[in-house]
C-alpha cells in the first residue's frame, strides 16, 4: 500500500525558509487521481491544511499561507516538496504529508516531522 | 479560529456512548461536501476513521460511526474503549477557500 515519508531539517532559523520533502512508495504520484498534501499541527493545536499538488505541477494553497509557500513535485522521483519562506517561531510545528481526492480525506498519511523554528 | 467548529472536550465512563459535533457553514458542510473524521493518538498521525459522512474504511470497528444534518456533524463512539481515548478531528471542504478544512478537535477522555 501506498506510504509516506516527511523528510527535512528539524531546526530552521528566523527569516529563513524552510524545506521538506515527501517520499511516496508503493504508488506512483503519475497515476494520476490523487492531490499530494502539506498539513501542520502547532504544539497542543489542531490540524491546519497548508496545501496540496497535483502529479502535472498544478498547485493551490491556503489563502493565509499563500504569500509564503510553494509546493513541487518531481514524478521521476516520486516525491513532493514543500518551501515555506521568511519563516518566524509561528511556524514551529509537526508537518504532515498526505494523499487525498481534491474534495476528500486524507489517507494515508506520513509520519509527521518537527520542524522547529529557532536562532 | 477553526472554520469547522468543535468542542474543546468530551468525557464518558467505559461502555458508555458519547458524541462529538462538528459545526461548519454554507460553504462547506451546508453546500453538501462529505464530512471525515479522525482519530489521533498522542505522538502520532491522525488516523482516518470516517469518510464521506458515515462510511468506516476496513479495520476500523462498528463502535464508530457518523452523521451529517445541514451545516454540522456528529461522530458518535458507543461501548467507550480505555483505548478511544485520544483527539478526534473533523474536516471537509470549503468552497471559499477551494481547499480542505479542519475542527479545532475534541479531546476524549474516558473516565
Redesign the interface.
Known amino acids: 500500500q501506498v506510504q509516506l515519508q516527511e523528510s527535512g531539517p528539524g531546526l530552521v532559523k528566523p527569516s529563513q525558509t524552510l524545506s521538506l520533502t515527501c517520499i511516496v512508495s508503493g504508488g506512483s504520484i503519475s497515476s494520476g487521481g490523487y492531490y499530494w498534501n502539506w498539513i501542520r499541527q502547532h504544539p497542543g493545536k489542531g490540524l491546519e491544511w497548508i496545501g496540496y499538488i497535483y502529479y502535472s505541477g498544478s498547485a493551490y494553497y491556503n489563502p493565509s499561507l499563500m504569500s509564503r509557500v510553494t509546493i513541487s513535485v518531481d514524478t521521476s522521483k516520486n516525491q513532493f516538496s514543500l518551501k515555506l519562506n521568511s519563516v518566524t517561531a509561528a511556524d514551529t510545528a509537526v508537518y504532515y504529508c498526505a494523499r487525498s481526492l481534491r474534495t476528500g480525506w486524507f489517507d494515508p498519511w506520513g509520519q509527521g516531522t518537527l520542524v522547529t523554528v529557532s536562532s | 479560529q477553526?472554520v469547522l467548529t468543535q468542542p474543546p472536550s468530551v468525557s464518558g465512563a467505559p461502555g458508555q456512548r458519547v458524541t462529538i459535533s462538528c459545526t461548519g457553514s454554507s460553504s462547506n458542510i451546508g453546500a453538501g461536501?462529505?464530512v471525515?473524521w479522525?482519530q489521533q493518538l498522542p505522538g502520532?498521525?491522525?488516523?482516518?476513521l470516517i469518510?464521506?459522512n458515515n462510511n468506516r474504511?476496513s479495520g476500523v470497528p462498528d463502535r464508530f460511526s457518523g452523521s451529517k444534518s445541514d451545516t454540522s456533524a456528529s461522530l458518535a463512539i458507543t461501548g467507550l474503549q480505555a483505548e478511544d481515548e485520544a483527539d478526534y478531528?473533523c474536516?471537509s471542504?470549503d468552497s471559499s477557500?477551494?481547499?480542505?478544512?479542519?475542527?479545532?478537535?475534541t479531546k476524549l477522555t474516558v473516565l
Not at chain 2, 477557500?97 to 478537535?105: C, K
Request: aromatic share 28%.
Open positions: 477553526s461536501f462529505a471525515h479522525y502520532t498521525a491522525p488516523k482516518f469518510y464521506d474504511p478531528y474536516q471542504y477557500l477551494s481547499g480542505s478544512v479542519f475542527g479545532g478537535g
